[in-house]
């Protein structure tokens, strides 16, 4: 099916593990993003990317590292994870740079760091 | 800079009921604004959006918000709440001439619909 799938739904590790969420899209958007979600905080910006091998930074991106090598494809990696990380991670993706352009996400990664 | 604010993050209507959620918002150029619905366990969807065409903008399932600038809001109204408007809806604003990365999202309205 056509749209962006994120693995996996749900997740529980440990504090200092890595874990990667992945994220894949089908429609060959330029434009991908990660966010997490947090109550009364709402979406916050961690990464996004404008097209394979150009990521940058957004509002949040202490502890989380992004690689883009194919179109279709944006993982986030948490390289040590901590309690603080735990959240509702949501992938998302654009057809256009522009700030009028819809996102379109994903149906999200809940992590729990224990 | 740019901000946006939802007033109440929790609001409760009977079913047929208006649904009045609120959105104020501060930006420093002219901005794009928006409203996502979230269903528990998914992702956001785009409900509607104004990009400084009509003032009224209409969406699905019969939202529509009005762009107020002298009151710097982007209301969102439903005539009559069903069962299934039950979600969290997000206000989000976009400056104008930037990039999609630069969107603000608000802090959520839970909505409940009462039977």
């Known amino acids: 099916d056509a749209g962006i799938t994120q693995s996996p739904r749900y997740k529980i590790t440990e504090t200092g593990r890595q874990v990667t969420l992945m994220c894949h899209q089908t429609?060959?958007?330029?434009?991908m993003f990660w966010y997490r979600q947090d109550l009364g905080h709402g979406l916050r910006l961690i990464y996004y990317?404008?097209?394979?091998?150009?990521?940058d930074k957004g509002e949040v991106p202490d502890g989380y590292v992004v690689s883009r090598s194919k179109t279709e494809n944006f993982p986030l990696t948490l390289e040590s994870a901590t309690r603080s990380q735990t959240s509702v991670y949501f992938c998302?993706?654009?057809?256009?740079?522009?700030?009028?352009?819809?996102?379109?996400f994903g149906n999200g990664t809940r992590l729990t760091v224990t | 800079a740019q901000s946006v604010t939802q007033l109440g993050s929790h609001v409760s209507v009977s079913e047929g009921a208006l649904v009045l959620l609120r959105c104020n918002y501060s930006s420093s150029v002219p901005p794009y604004l928006f409203w996502y619905v979230q269903y528990p366990n998914q992702g956001l969807q785009l409900l509607l959006k104004y990009t400084s065409a009509a003032t009224l903008v209409k969406g699905i399932n019969g939202f529509e918000a009005e762009f107020k600038k002298s009151e710097t809001s982007f209301h969102l109204t439903k005539p009559s709440a069903h069962m299934s408007d039950a979600a969290e809806y997000f206000c989000a604003v976009s400056p104008a001439g930037s990039s999609a990365s630069k969107i603000i999202f608000g802090s959520g309205t839970r909505l409940s619909i009462r039977p």
């Open positions: 429609w060959s958007h330029s434009y």
């Open positions: 998302a993706s654009s057809d256009r740079q522009g700030s009028n352009s819809p996102l379109h």
């Open positions: 990317s404008a097209a394979a091998d150009i990521t």
